[in-house]
């Protein structure tokens, strides 16, 4: 059997099953992470069920055109929910963790513009004043106390 007439033979069921094959790919392997593919095994897949009822022509120059204006059609539609589902929700600061709460005696001065830092559990954190003490001057021997925790950084406060 000839592969170019099986596909012509058969061009609605090929059809579909390439648009699931994209849409395995973008699901499985890549998580969502591009709309290209998205659109794409979409609209190849209502491609392969327009051909399949007759309303577009078994051709494969039909498929390709009917894959190709539905994904830029598809693509158009979902950029903007796609781009808001993207942005989910942000915290300030990281509410997880065991470190926050502990206390500190400040070694040296700081003020919004002049962090201290602070060796603790061998690592040595950069210690910044949190977003309502911004205009605090805190001198050295002051006890601050952890709010939040990023990547070698404490955000602070007065302990007070």
């Known amino acids: 059997m000839d592969v170019v007439s099986y596909l012509q033979d058969n061009l609605a069921e090929v059809t579909i099953i390439i648009g699931l094959i994209f849409l ?3 699901i ?3 998580g969502l992470s ?9 609209s190849t897949i209502t491609t392969g069920v327009l051909v399949w009822v007759g309303i577009l022509p078994a051709t494969i ?6 894959s190709g204006i539905g994904a830029g059609v598809l693509t ?3 950029w903007g929910p796609m781009k808001r589902m993207q942005k989910g929700e942000s915290r300030e600061f ?3 963790s065991d470190l926050i709460g502990l206390v500190f005696e400040l070694e040296s001065p700081m003020d919004a513009h002049t962090p201290a830092t602070v060796k603790y559990s061998g690592v040595s954190w950069q210690l910044v004043l949190g977003p309502a003490f911004k205009d605090a001057q805190l001198e050295a021997g002051d006890s601050v106390k ?3 925790v990023d990547v070698g950084k404490f955000t602070v406060e007065p302990a007070n």
Do not use: D, K, Q
């Open 34 to 42: 591009t709309i290209v593919l998205l659109a794409l095994g979409l």
């Open 94 to 96: 990281n509410v997880h």
């Open 76 to 78: 158009a539609a979902l």
């Open 28 to 30: 499985w392997v890549l």
């Open 24 to 26: 395995i790919v973008e």
């Open 146 to 148: 952890v709010i939040a």
């Open 61 to 66: 120059v039909g498929v390709i055109s009917g």
